[in-house]
Structure formats: structure tokens, C-alpha cells
């Protein structure tokens, strides 16, 4: 298949094609099976957390730790553009069986982030007194915060500059490999955490559980890849001008568009801390935690679609590519959305519960920020097929259609929040860059339909009408729950949401597999639930033979 490809690079032959066609089917498959069960398991994990943080360190230290992750986040900006351009490069070399190139581009994009990371933290550290101010750090934490941003943003440039090794593992469509030394990674970052905060390290722990766990992360790449990827060579002889122009080409673009995104991502955060006070970016950060971290399930499917769409897009003639690319587009917009709503229209809808099982208390303004920032991931899920398979298309240029729009109207409804409140508040700054984000993606989704060829009516009848039926089932239960809120303490409260979020979950599988699945996609739902059930039948039969019978 490889030599083919080599020789026909523009009109493969329909037999490389149906193997690619295969061939990403099953990755797919293989790859977003387990990265959803390892993000479910990330989810449970980050509840336990901020509640248990928040009892030993109190709101004011929290804060500080949402704020270094700030910073961190524009770390990861720094360089993103460029390891997003690894997987895409890699998928490309690898599914011609140009390992050299592959070898080059990881290469030369491993100076690209020392570089850019060095760079950064120098000026981090140089800057630290300026850092503190803008953050409102009590002087309390000032010692703590200089060794938990040192520590951390360090620990996170390392890991970045050493991203080469699971890149080539995730352009290689071995994500599956990739997710399982994440599994590992965020469980012992959870227990170490247990342990560091509760014998009273404090903030000092959160830190230490990051650095440790992170860096076991970065070894268990390093040498997974080594073993999956033979090809794999990382040296200075192999950078190259060449590399280094493809790398820019198509990794400045995402740059530019990466850091517009984590501008709108934390700027309500950002400018709560000077305007409002440090602990307004943790209520922000409270409000907004479930809603972000439950999108990191439907996250795997677009996750899948760039190292897919770009294999597709490398391997199949000009004649099938459109109509491939276009299912891709369409039935992964349906069934992303479909697992994202399904979680986000409970909290939209049981925001208030939600909340005072989780923490034991509501903080100011967390109710109402909880349901937007829901529906606010909504929307930028619906946008997650579309940039990701343009990207592997070597199309980054057209999130600017996204990103441009969103920053524009954010810069627009930040200062009319203060206007329309009398004030900054962490309400107005949140309903702002929630505001700006859904116009936007509404925006972006249309301009993602024409490129697709697809018209609003196959879009809203597969995707828009669906991914509204969880808000209908779950306002059936909103009003029970929030006077359940209303009359029992946390214990009874949680006892209830789960109760209740048991029967919407029930409630809503009967109704998607009634009215909005497919006779084909019920068909295959029904059989792998079957699959699934015998598999673990005959597991728990096998685990009961394996206990020993005692005699009378």
C-alpha cells in the first residue's frame, strides 16, 4: 500500500483508498472508544478535587491555583500551533510512509518550543513581582505563589518542548496508546493531591502532585513511542529550513488563532482579578469548571478528526474525498453533540443542585454562571468537527472566521456589561464572553456548512434539532430539584442529584432511541449494548469461577 501510494501520490488506486477508508474507520473507532472512557474518568476525578481543595485551603488560595493555571494556559499557546502541526505533518509522512520527513518535522519543532518555552519562562521569572500585582496575591500567599508559578509553568514548558514523542504517537493514529498514559497520569495527579493537601501542604501540594505527575507522564511518551514507532529519531542533524517553513506555514496560522481563542477563554477571569479581586476568578473558575471539563468527553471525537480528516484527505482521490470528508463533518458534528448536550442540559437545568451537592455551598452570581458558560460550551462543541477536520485538511486559515468574530463582539459586550450592571462583576464579565462565543459560533458553523456543502436544513434536522432534546427533558426535573435545593442539607441535596440525574439519563436514552435515532443508528446501538452486556456477563461468570468454594 505504501509503495503505491508513493508512486500514485494525487490518484491512488481505489485499493489504497478503500484501506484508507478502512483503515481510519477502525482508528476512529478504536481511538474515540477509549478517550471517552478515559475522559469520563478525568470528569470524576476533577469533582472530587475542588470541593476537597477548597475545605483545607479556602477561596483566597484556590484562586491563586485557577490563576497560575492562567498563565499556563498561555504557555501552552506559546507553542501550540506548532505540536497541533506535528500530528497533522505526521499523519501525512507516516500515511505515505515518509518517515524521514516525519523525523524532521518532530525534530525541528522540538528547537522551535525549547525556544519559545525558554523564552517565555525567563521572562515569567523576571517578571514575577508585576505577575503578583496584576493577580491581587495577598501577602500571605506571595512566597507560596512564587514556588507554585515557577514550578508548574516549568514543569508544563518541559512537557511541551517534549510533546514530540506523543505527537508522533497521535499522528500515527495510536491515540488509544497516548490516552492511556493520560488515565495514568491525572489518577496518581488525584491521589497525590488527596495526600499533599490533607497532611497540609497546602498549595505547595497542588503543585507538587502536578510536577510529579506530569513528569512520570512525559517518560511513559518518551518511551511508549520509542517501542510503537520504530521510525521515530529525534536529532539536531535532522532539522531542517524545510520542516521549519512547514511547520510556520501551516502551525503560525493556528498560533495566531490559538492565542485569540485562550484570550476569549480567560479574559473574564483575567480581568476580574484587578478589577474585582482575586476571588472573583474563583468563582468564575467554580462556575465554569463542570461545564469545561464535562466537554472534554465529546473533546475526543474531535480530537480523532484532525490525524482522520487529514489521512482521508492524503489517501483518497479527488473524486471521493468530498463526499468522505462531508460524513465525517456531518456525523461527527451529530455525535459529538449528542454525548456534549447530553451532559450540559442537566447543569444548564440543575445548576443550583449541582452546585450545593458539589461545594455544600453557593457562591454568588455560580447558579446563573453555571447554566451560560453551559450553554456556551454547547455552542463551541457544535464548532469542534468543523475546525478540527479543517485543520487536517491543511485548512487552519478558516478559524480565523471563528476566533476574528468572537474576539470583535467580546471587546464589544465587555464594556457594555459594566454599562447594563453599573459596575464589573463576575456575572456581567461572564455573560459577556459567553454572549460573544455563541454569536460567534453560529457564525462559524454557517461558513462550515458551505464548505461542506450542506445545507441548514440537513444540519438542523442531524444535529441542531437533537442536541436540544436534553434541555426539554431536563427542565422536567429542574423544578423538583431546585426545591429539593431548597429544603434538605448538601448530603440530601447529592443524594437527590444523583437520584435525579439517574432518571433524566433513563428518560432521555428513551426518548433519543424513540424519537430522534435512526433506524440504522438504533440498530447499531442495540447491538453494541448487547456486545458490551455479554462481554461482561462472561467476564463476572469467569471472576466467579476463580473464587474458591469452601466445604461445609
Known sequence: MTSQAQVEPIEPSPIVA?????????????????????????????????????????????????????????????????????????????????????????????V??????????????????????????????????RYVILLVVGMHSCEIVLSVFKSALAGSQKILEVQRIWVVQYLLEAALVFFFVGAGYGI??????????????????????RRIAPWLHISMRSVSRESWQRLFHF????????VLIQTLES?????????????????????????????SIPSAFAGAFMPASAYLHAGLPESERRNALQKLYLKGSRYM??????????????????????????????????????????????????????RGMGRPWQEFSYTIPNFLLAALFIPLS????????????????????????????????????????????????????????????ALPALRLAASTNRWHVALAVLGVGAIYVIVLCVVMERFVLTNEERH???????????????????LLKLIPLQSA
Not at 447499531?524 to 469467569?542: D, H, I, P, Q
Open 524 to 542: 447499531w446501538f442495540r447491538e453494541t449494548v448487547n456486545e458490551r452486556w455479554l462481554r461482561y456477563k462472561s467476564l463476572f461468570r469467569a
Open 251 to 258: 502551525g503560525g496560522v493556528l498560533q495566531c488563532s490559538a
Open 204 to 225: 505547595r501540594g497542588l503543585a507538587d502532585a502536578f510536577a510529579l505527575s506530569t513528569g512520570m507522564s512525559i517518560v511513559l511518551n518518551a518511551m511508549l513511542a
Open 18 to 110: 478503500q484501506d484508507h477508508r478502512g483503515e481510519t474507520r477502525r482508528a476512529l473507532i478504536r481511538n474515540i472508544s477509549f478517550d471517552v472512557i478515559a475522559r469520563i474518568g478525568y470528569l470524576v476525578s476533577r469533582v472530587f478535587i475542588p470541593p476537597f481543595v477548597l475545605a483545607h485551603v479556602g477561596l483566597s488560595a484556590y484562586s491563586l491555583w485557577s490563576a497560575v493555571f492562567l498563565i499556563v494556559a498561555y504557555v501552552g499557546v506559546s507553542s501550540i500551533g506548532f505540536t497541533s502541526a506535528y500530528v497533522k505533518l505526521v499523519a501525512e509522512y507516516v500515511g505515505h510512509g515518509e518517515t524521514r520527513k516525519a523525523n524532521s518535522v518532530l525534530s525541528t519543532g522540538l
Open 112 to 145: 522551535i518550543c525549547g525556544l519559545v518555552s525558554g523564552s517565555f519562562l525567563v521572562l515569567l521569572a523576571l517578571g514575577m513581582p508585576q505577575v503578583l500585582r496584576w493577580f491581587h496575591v495577598p501577602a500571605n500567599l506571595v512566597s507560596d505563589a
Open 418 to 477: 459594566r454599562l447594563v450592571t453599573g459596575g464589573w462583576s463576575a456575572t456581567g464579565l461572564g455573560t459577556a464572553i459567553a454572549a460573544s462565543q455563541i454569536v460567534a459560533a453560529i457564525g462559524f458553523i454557517a461558513r462550515a456548512n458551505r464548505l461542506f456543502e450542506l445545507s441548514w436544513r440537513q444540519y438542523a434536522r442531524a444535529v441542531l434539532l437533537p442536541s436540544a432534546v436534553p434541555y426539554l427533558v431536563g427542565w422536567i426535573f
Open 337 to 390: 453533540i449528542f454525548v456534549a448536550s447530553a451532559m450540559l442540559g442537566f447543569m444548564a437545568t440543575a445548576a443550583g443542585p449541582i452546585l450545593l451537592a458539589w461545594m455544600g455551598k453557593v457562591y454568588s452570581g455560580t447558579i446563573y454562571l453555571m447554566a451560560i458558560f453551559a450553554i456556551q460550551q454547547h455552542f463551541d462543541c457544535l464548532t469542534g468537527p468543523g475546525t478540527s477536520i479543517l
Open 267 to 295: 479574559a473574564e477571569r483575567l480581568i476580574a482579578a484587578p478589577l474585582i479581586g482575586l476571588d472573583a476568578v474563583g468563582v468564575l473558575d467554580i462556575a465554569s469548571k463542570l461545564p469545561r471539563v464535562s466537554t
